[in-house]
């Protein structure tokens, strides 16, 4: 019964929402603090309250990609203090991605060394290009992947014997049980069902935060070195909804930092207004 109950109310929601869509953008904002659609100069001016922003996006879809996209240079307009974050670029290639925002590096050279996502032309170039014309830096800010599998494959202390890479990673600043549970059910579940097990389900666990406190870590010292900065994160859905993630792990290093989450919904099933701050959908 609650679950229906549940369902009637998210369908009158987006019937109103519809009812009063904005006409400044071609998609809506929910606000979970009020419960409601707002508009989107109301959504622009709470963003700019915060040093943290963390989008989260689903990577293969193009509504997201355009929607923060949108979000970020709508922000950047009236905050030239604003600093980009990626989670599609790893620490250890910041060097070059300074290098060719700063125009001492051709985008071949530095595509060549920065070991970019292969949908990066099509979904990340925007942003970074962006960034580029309008002198906004952007942060490097994930851990190196092969690192990240060395922990998955073979534990958190794995890294320990590995020299030179100190500045690149983080070990985790806490273990939720509540991020843990989501994880492991998660899994489970693009595996038909199949329980994970052992310690390589707990490898993977803890792989994932190395991810989340490397971006956290990159995150803060950005805003330590720059006071007075925000920060624009995209990253993937699973590391900041419902505030875990990158959120816990930023909270855990300073837990005044103020930080706001967005989600995207593409349609009613995976509509859940307790996700995140804002959930943008159609």
């Not at 009812?19 to 409601?36: G, V």
């Not at 309008?134 to 890294?159: C, E, F, H, T, Y």
């Not at 806490?174 to 998660?186: L, N």
Request: proline letters at 3%; charged letters at 25%; a negative charge.
């Amino acid at each position: 019964m609650k679950k229906y109950i549940y369902s009637i109310l998210i369908l009158l929601l987006f019937a109103s929402c519809t009812k009063n869509a904005q006409k400044t953008a071609d998609y809506k904002i929910f606000s979970a603090k009020e419960y409601k659609e707002i508009s989107v100069s109301q959504f622009l001016s709470e963003l700019s309250s915060s040093s943290v922003i963390l989008f989260g996006e689903t990577h293969d879809s193009p509504f997201d990609h355009y929607l923060e996209e949108d979000v970020f240079i709508r922000l950047s307009k009236n905050n030239s203090n604003l600093t980009l974050s990626l989670e599609m670029f790893e620490r250890d290639v910041q060097h070059y991605l300074d290098s060719y925002l700063s125009g001492d590096m051709t985008e071949e050279e530095f595509l060549k060394n920065s070991r970019p996502w292969e949908n990066y032309s099509t979904d990340y170039r925007n942003l970074v290009e962006f960034a580029k014309k309008n002198n906004i830096r952007v942060i490097a800010s994930n851990i190196p992947r092969n690192l990240a599998s060395i922990v998955s494959k073979n534990g958190p202390d794995s890294l320990n014997s590995i020299s030179d890479i100190k500045d690149f990673f983080v070990k985790p600043f806490s273990t939720p049980d509540d991020y843990k549970k989501r994880f492991y059910d998660f899994f489970s579940m693009i595996q038909g069902g199949m329980p994970m097990s052992g310690m390589g389900k707990e490898n993977m666990f803890l792989s994932q935060l190395f991810k989340d406190a490397t971006m956290a870590y990159s995150i803060n010292k950005e805003l330590t070195d720059n006071p007075g900065y925000k920060i624009f994160m995209v990253c993937g859905e699973f590391h900041s909804d419902y505030y875990q993630g990158i959120y816990q792990q930023l909270k855990a290093i300073n837990k005044d930092i103020k930080i706001t989450t967005i989600s995207v919904s593409s349609d009613l099933a995976d509509f859940d207004p307790v996700k995140a701050d804002y959930i943008l959908f159609k």
